[in-house]
C-alpha cells in the first residue's frame, strides 16, 4: 500500500518559517517525482514544488521561488519543503502528491498524480 505521510503544516506568524515533510512508503522513491499542492479558501489547488530525488531537479513555483525551496532524503524516503518569510496569501491545506515520472509531468498534472497524501493546514497570521 502507498502512503504519502505529510506533517509539519502549522500557525506562524509572518515572516516566520516552515518545513513540510512528505514521509513515503510502498513505491519505489527515485521512480517518482514528488511535491506539494496548496489549496486555499474559494481558490482551485495549485501546484507549488516539487523534487525527483534520481537526479536532485526541482520546480518551485513563481510566487514562491525567493522564500520555498525542496529538498529529499532519499536514506529516509521522504521530501521537504522549506517555507522561510511565510506570507498570510501562503495560508492553505498544503498535499502531498507522487507521479511517476519527471517534474515536468508532474507540473503538467495537476489533476493527474498518482498518490495523494492527506493534507496538512499552513496557517500564517499577520
Known amino acids: 500500500e502507498v502512503q504519502l505521510q505529510a506533517s509539519g503544516g502549522g500557525l506562524v506568524h509572518a515572516g516566520g518559517s516552515l518545513r513540510l515533510s512528505c514521509a513515503v512508503s510502498?513505491?519505489?522513491?527515485?521512480?517518482?517525482?514528488i511535491g506539494w499542492f496548496r489549496q486555499a479558501p474559494g481558490k482551485e489547488r495549485e501546484g507549488v514544488s516539487c523534487?525527483?530525488?534520481?537526479?536532485?531537479?526541482?520546480f518551485v513555483a513563481a510566487e514562491v521561488n525567493q522564500r520555498f525551496s525542496m529538498s529529499s532524503d532519499k536514506s529516509k524516503n521522504t521530501v521537504y519543503l522549506q517555507m522561510n518569510n511565510l506570507k498570510s496569501e501562503d495560508t492553505a491545506v498544503y498535499y502531498c502528491?507522487?507521479?511517476?515520472?519527471?517534474?515536468?509531468?508532474?507540473?503538467?498534472?495537476?489533476?493527474?498524480?498518482?498518490?495523494w497524501g492527506k493534507g496538512t493546514q499552513v496557517t500564517v497570521s499577520s
Open positions: 510502498g513505491l519505489i522513491f527515485d521512480e517518482y517525482a
Open positions: 523534487i525527483t530525488s534520481r537526479d536532485g531537479r526541482t
Open positions: 502528491a507522487a507521479l511517476r515520472g519527471t517534474v515536468a509531468a508532474w507540473v503538467a498534472s495537476l489533476y493527474g498524480m498518482d498518490y
